[in-house]
């Protein structure tokens, strides 16, 4: 994909109250607390091409930011599981950015590098509930719905509430992906690179 064929984020001078309460959504700020653009901080939001790209539409940005926030950083889901389960989907729908994003998170919650390179092998590294849960993503990726037996087990599990916010989760990274991968969202420099797909893997 060309520069050309890629959505530009916004720059500092398109940056009004509206994006800055929709980036805010999801650091938890009030709009005018939020760093502003250009501004050299941490938050600033030219640091986030993510960012930038989705405030082109600055409400539904709000909304989906709030709602990707509370999975990310107040749901029940374990955050390892949250992380195998981004990666496993960024794996499928070959999302070359959130792969790499989420390699770097996942290390941080016990996601470890032999947990990598197993994800893109399959299931057949993991055991238990790390299993039960990449199962469940595949079935909800492959069949668009997860077997009852699977939703059973994953409800035993987790908890109902963590094996529901599992089923939003892989909805949520399958639309990033798409969304992300038709903006041509690059990986950031370093990141680790998304590997390569087993000819007639089912994961």
């Not at 600055?58 to 990707?68: D, T």
């Not at 016990?110 to 790390?130: M, R, S, Y």
């Given at each position: 994909m060309t520069d050309e064929q890629r959505m530009p984020p916004l720059t500092a001078d398109q940056w009004g109250d509206a994006e800055y309460a929709a980036f805010g959504a999801l650091l938890g700020l009030p709009g005018d607390k939020v760093p502003r653009a250009g501004s050299g901080d941490h938050y600033d939001p030219l640091n986030f091409d993510i960012i930038g790209m989705l405030?082109?539409?600055?409400?539904?940005?709000?909304?989906?930011?709030?709602?990707?926030?509370?999975?990310?950083?107040?749901?029940?889901?374990?955050?390892?599981?949250?992380?195998?389960?981004?990666?496993?989907?960024?794996?499928?729908?070959?999302?070359?950015?959130?792969?790499?994003?989420?390699?770097r998170l996942g290390a941080?919650?016990?996601?470890?590098?032999?947990?990598?390179?197993?994800?893109?092998?399959?299931?057949?590294?993991?055991?238990?509930?790390?299993?039960s849960v990449l199962d469940a993503v595949d079935e909800l990726i492959a069949n668009g719905r997860a077997d009852w037996s699977t939703w059973q087990r994953l409800v035993d599990e987790l908890g109902e509430h963590a094996a529901m916010e599992l089923i939003f989760l892989v909805g949520t990274y399958t639309l990033t992906a798409m969304a992300f991968g038709t903006w041509g969202l690059a990986p950031q420099p370093g990141s680790a690179a998304l590997p390569e797909e087993k000819r007639g893997h089912e994961a």
């Open positions: 405030a082109h539409h600055p409400e539904m940005a709000r909304m989906f930011l709030r709602f990707n926030g509370f999975l990310l950083q107040r749901g029940e889901l374990p955050a390892r599981l949250r992380e195998l389960t981004i990666l496993r989907v960024a794996h499928r729908h070959r999302s070359a950015f959130e792969w790499g994003q989420h390699v941080a919650v016990g996601v470890t590098d032999a947990d990598v390179a197993a994800l893109a092998e399959g299931n057949t590294g993991f055991t238990g509930t790390d299993r």
